[in-house]
């Protein structure tokens, strides 16, 4: 019997550390790249026409995060990340035009973590994100300056994947995933009128306190 407590006391002695590495706050900080689906360019935009631009392309992303870790597999994170200028710009002779998008996003998430080893974990993100986005159009036909622009915010389930390499128990490094949904930006008659699905992919490091 003592010999069957003194090895309770010891197991217990011997986990109670790594438990208590696995509970806490975290903080993040991300770069990386936004990317958008149906998101043609110059659309309500008739004179644009003419120079040909089609969609907006990739534009930066960064962020800054942080939450808490209840257990080794279960967390929260809040974020605020923001979407850099995707920008189209063409010139026809003394004619051009130039029409922008960026936007920004903060949101809540649970996270799961699955360990693959000591350094390594896998982890899914599934929360509500606050999302903006805001589209700026600069024409000028035959000398004749005109501009437009449209926004629009919406409240979307959001939902990540990534893998992170742990250094050691305090810092790490991510690589993820972040699908923020679809926000309609304008409507029929607008600068712009799309709805326009929002992608974020990131590396980032990690600090644990």
């Keep these: 019997m003592k010999n069957t407590i003194a090895a309770s006391i010891l197991f217990a002695a011997s986990v109670a550390p790594a438990w208590a ?7 993040a900080v991300d770069a990386g790249a936004a990317s958008f689906t ?9 004179p644009c026409a003419i120079f040909g631009i089609d969609k907006f392309g990739a534009s930066g992303a960064t962020g800054i995060g942080g939450g808490y870790h209840y257990n080794r597999n279960w967390g929260v994170e809040v974020a605020y990340t923001r979407i850099g200028d995707s920008t189209n710009s063409e010139i026809s002779g003394s004619d051009s035009a130039t029409e922008t998008l960026n936007g920004s996003s903060f949101g809540a998430a649970a996270v799961g973590t699955y360990s693959l080893s000591e350094s390594f974990d896998v982890f899914a993100k599934l929360g509500l994100a606050r999302t903006t986005l805001k ?8 000398g004749v ?6 926004s629009g915010t919406k409240v979307n389930p959001v939902y990540g994947l990534g893998l992170q390499y742990n250094f050691n128990e305090q810092w790490g490094l991510r690589l993820q995933y972040l699908n923020l949904g679809s926000i309609q930006v304008g409507s029929a008659g607008d600068a712009y009128d799309s709805n326009i699905g929002v992608h974020v992919y990131s590396l980032g490091g990690v600090y644990n306190f």
């Design 21 to 27: 590495t696995d509970q806490g706050f975290f903080v």
């Design 38 to 46: 149906n998101a043609p360019g110059a659309i309500n935009c008739i």
């Design 135 to 142: 589209y700026q159009r600069d024409l000028n036909v035959g």
């Design 145 to 150: 300056p005109t501009s437009g622009s449209a």
